[in-house]
């Protein structure tokens, strides 16, 4: 057996036994329920639309383009059918699709070794996959049934699939394959967010640097990715909602990279240290920056460069800044610290230096998980009030009824009804416009917590158009009010009448944590 063999073996069996490790951990400490954050309502809208054969588009939402970052009219189809089998067996199964959610983040961590393999030897690989994938900050991902770990996946699917480019030459039927394969995944990271583009002219661009042209392999690849977009656009989803978001001002960029940064220090969180999160941000940082550096000096612009440059140029003009668009950044961020960090001249240094900043890491996600594993989970949507409230909904309204929400998009998944959100500027006049253009019915007022920031026009809204609104059902975190006609009559009701108000309570079950299903 040759050398390399022997080399490669045991490191594959490390590889190996880290991620099964990881996917144990992750799954087994699964938690119930699920945060107001409503993106995840709209993805499982969509699957549950797949798994039933209706219209893609109809989850009831009706999205206010006075109100864009809430959230665009669909979302990209690809997560919705990595769901939608869940759901055509399970239903609502909250705990089944977070599994789904862990395996496509166990897999990306096997594709963000294979990229890195080049970059760094067998043991730094290693490091970045350690402070990756025991990161606190990726562990509360599992819990959510988003778009981030999937998008994770298929990003470094890609790039490892790029780094493998064959290079000029004729087509023949294997590198037509493999071009196609390429084409496939790169449409696969776009079709679950629309980020996932940038993909297309990093494997140009890295074309260009490499052979100074660009190749018929990239050239078949990026008719494949347009062809499979073009069905997306026609068949479900087309990415209009999406230039609103968008703001090429200078001083909305500086501020978006402030808060990325703010947002990037939640990898090195640290519940006993409060600086500490601060100090590897710097660190880390400053080592990324100089390991970054190094390989653009030596020549060695890879896609890897080419993709995070792109990407970074990307999501700075966004007018909502989320610190979820940073997870495909932050392994080439860990990565090319570890490059300076392998690079240093003294063999005493470079075991210093990275014994130092693993032991810092550890030090803060034991600290955090300490705290963690104390906590059952966020309740959100599924707490008691909640649910009363999706009942309240279901009894006093109609189905065709439209209801405002701050959440609109778990309204329409938990009610089956049409809901949309209020514009938070603009003059009353505008406001009243839309409610009466979108037919809205009906309004509801959340809790004051930082779930609902976004509520305060509502109600000064109550408060200075009593007439408008009237209260026909509360619970102690949630208002219903049906909103009145102009000039409409108001029977007012006193605190004394809810309990007469036809709100039928369904028994709350307990849920497991490993299953979480909601009817």
């Known amino acids: 057996m040759s050398r390399p063999t022997e080399r490669r073996a045991p490191t594959h069996f490390w590889l190996l036994a880290f991620l099964l490790l990881t996917a144990s951990f992750y799954l ?18 969509h699957a549950k639309n797949i798994a039933l054969g209706l219209d893609y588009t109809q989850t009831g939402y009706i999205w206010n383009p006075r109100f864009p970052e809430l959230g665009p009219p669909t979302y990209p189809p690809v997560f919705p059918l990595l769901l939608a089998p869940i759901y055509a067996a399970r239903g609502l199964d909250l705990g089944a699709m977070k599994v789904i959610v862990t395996l496509c983040f166990v897999a990306a961590l096997y594709f963000i070794a294979l990229t890195f393999r080049p970059v760094l030897r067998p043991r730094y690989v290693l490091v970045l996959l350690i402070l990756i994938g025991l990161n606190p900050y990726f562990w509360r991902l599992k819990d959510s049934v988003l778009s ?30 493999f071009a196609t394969v390429l084409g496939a995944s790169c449409y696969l990271a776009y079709g679950t967010r629309a980020l996932g583009v940038i993909l297309i002219p990093s494997l140009l661009l890295t074309d260009w640097l490499r052979w100074r042209r660009i190749t018929s392999i990239s050239v078949v690849a990026v008719a494949t990715f347009v062809v499979m977009a073009a069905v997306q656009s026609t068949v479900t989803h087309w990415d209009t909602g999406y230039a609103s978001v968008f703001r090429l001002e200078p ?93 240093a001249a003294s063999h005493r240094w470079r075991g210093t230096l990275l014994l130092g900043l693993v032991a810092l890491a550890a030090l803060g996600f034991f600290s955090e998980y300490l705290v963690l594993m104390k906590d059952r989970g966020p309740e959100g949507v599924g707490s008691a009030n909640a649910r009363l409230l999706w009942r309240a909904v279901e009894r006093n309204t109609d189905s065709s009824a439209v209801v405002v929400f701050q959440k609109p998009r778990a309204l329409a998944l938990f009610t089956d009804r049409h809901t949309t959100g209020m514009q938070r500027s603009g003059d009353d006049r505008d406001l009243w416009d839309y409610l ?19 509520q305060a026009r509502l109600r000064r809204l109550i408060a200075e158009y009593p007439g408008r609104f009237q209260l026909i059902y509360r619970n102690p975190d949630f208002s219903l009010y049906r909103i009145r006609a102009r000039g409409e009559r108001v029977n007012s009701l006193s605190p004394s009448d809810f309990h007469r108000i036809p709100v039928k309570v369904h028994a709350i079950r307990v849920e497991r944590p490993r299953s979480v299903s909601y009817p």
């Not at 409503?38 to 499982?44: E, N, R």
């Not at 699939?161 to 039927?173: C, E, K, N, T, V």
């Not at 700075?316 to 932050?330: A, K, S």
């Open 28 to 45: 087994l400490t699964l938690r119930p329920g699920h945060d107001w954050g409503d993106d995840f309502a709209q993805y499982i809208h």
């Open 148 to 177: 981030d770990l999937p998008f994770l996946l298929f990003i470094y699917l890609s790039l490892c699939l790029i780094a493998r480019h064959p290079g000029p030459g004729r087509l023949r039927a294997r590198t037509i394959l």
């Open 251 to 343: 001083h909305r960029i500086a501020t978006n990279f402030a808060e990325y940064a703010s947002y990037l220090s939640g990898l090195w969180s640290n519940a006993w240290w409060r600086p500490g999160d601060w100090v590897l941000l710097v660190l880390f940082g400053m080592l990324g920056a100089v390991g970054f550096w190094r390989r653009v000096r030596s020549g060695r612009v890879t896609e890897l460069e080419v993709f995070a440059v792109l990407y970074a140029l990307a999501i700075l003009p966004w007018f909502e800044v989320q610190g979820r668009y940073l997870v495909p950044l932050m392994p080439l961020y860990i990565g090319y610290a570890l490059v300076t960090v392998q690079g």
């Open 436 to 454: 009466s253009r979108v037919g809205a019915s009906f309004a509801i007022l959340g809790p004051s917590d930082s779930n609902f920031v976004y």
